[in-house]
């Protein structure tokens, strides 16, 4: 990447409700938003804050499966729908599976950084909680092979995937441990969420949080490895941000401290038709991740916090492993030392994670971006934590399937113009 490229700059971040069990809201008989709604809420909450659809070039929606979900394809033709500004701009829909959020984030990068567009509108999007659990497992295997996976898979497809993950790595470094990792991990992500009044798990009330999640995985109702605690959950929800140029800035009035400036990114997809050589280490995450922090330019010791893409414990463990923070095999000890807590060394998921604040497929990647600029913006409320001068940088990472689309930035508050 060229150091002499165009700044990109993300502002005015906004999410919706991660709805699904466990908000006391939800009620699976009950009328609830539909995709047109998260999309037109998520979009016009952003606008608001950037003087409206006028002022934006071009829209992008992610998205993975509205067509099985809610039966609607056509998805960038629902962008002008939020906002009378947005007829006539172009706009596009992007799909990579669970990281098609941050496959959004850098069609509006390259974007800016190509000059056809000064303010991108970008909203990701899931409304999940339309069909039975085992049916929307099977819509969601799409993230998977189908020929050569999903026929021969679990009717619970990707839990039984990282369950598999969870397994090699009990054999290989121990599953006690382990076990009580994935169980210290849920509860960093219960209780951040219990901050975020977005968070789909923000009513939850359970008291022993890492007993709870200790429940033996039972495989006859289940999968092998992991217990319920160890997924995130089934959600509705939409988030949209603006990517902006230096002009995009101007235009909008917005302030530079108002802005989280983008400075590395690495974009890496592996082959869905070939297995992964290690079910032990998230090779693709790995890849994304050094390949952001070459191009910002920083290492990874002045990273203040991290949004991983935690769709169960395991991934989670895996990914601080991959990060390069912990070692092969000691990524639970990372976890267990309390690290990754709120209070940690470096505080990972603070608005509650995949876990905690839910998964809204599409939609997620665009929403761990919204975290990030709260987060560095210092408006997260009572979920913010110090995000200190010695490390001022903050890391998104969003992964796609089995670990085969993942995106990696990496961002910094914005100083002034």
Known sequence: MTKDRRKVYMVAGFQTVSLGSGRKEFHPKKPRPGLEEYVREAGQGTLKQIGGGTNVDEGVISNFMAARFNRQGHLAALIPSVDEGLRWKPCCRVEGACGSGGLGLMTAIKSVLAGTAEVVLTIGVEVQNTVKAVYGADYLAGAGWFRGERKKGHAYFFPSVFSDRAGAYFQAFGREKTRRAFARWYRNAIENARLCDTAQEYHNTA?????????????????????????????????????????????????????????????????????????????????????????AGISLHEIGTVECHDCFTIS?????????????????????????????????????GLIGWGHPTGGTGVRQAVTVWQQLTGKAGRWQVPISSGRPYALSVNMGGNDKTVVAIVYRLAGPL
């Open 207 to 295: 008291e022993d949080l890492e007993s709870l999640a200790l429940t033996e995985p039972n495989p006859r109702a289940f999968v092998d490895h992991l217990n319920v605690y160890d997924c995130s959950k089934v959600s509705d929800a939409a988030a949209a941000i603006a990517v902006v140029s230096e002009e995009g800035l101007k235009r909008i009035g917005v302030a530079a401290s108002d802005a989280v400036e983008v400075v590395g990114w690495g974009q890496v997809e592996a082959d869905l038709t070939l297995p992964p050589e290690d079910l032990t280490r998230l090779e693709t995450t790995a890849r994304a991740v050094r390949k952001a922090l070459e191009s």
């Open 316 to 352: 989670g463990l895996l990914s601080v492993e991959a990060i390069g923070l912990a070692k092969k095999g000691e990524g639970a000890d990372y976890i267990l030392d309390g690290n990754t807590s709120r209070t940690g060394s470096l505080p990972f998921n603070t608005s509650g």
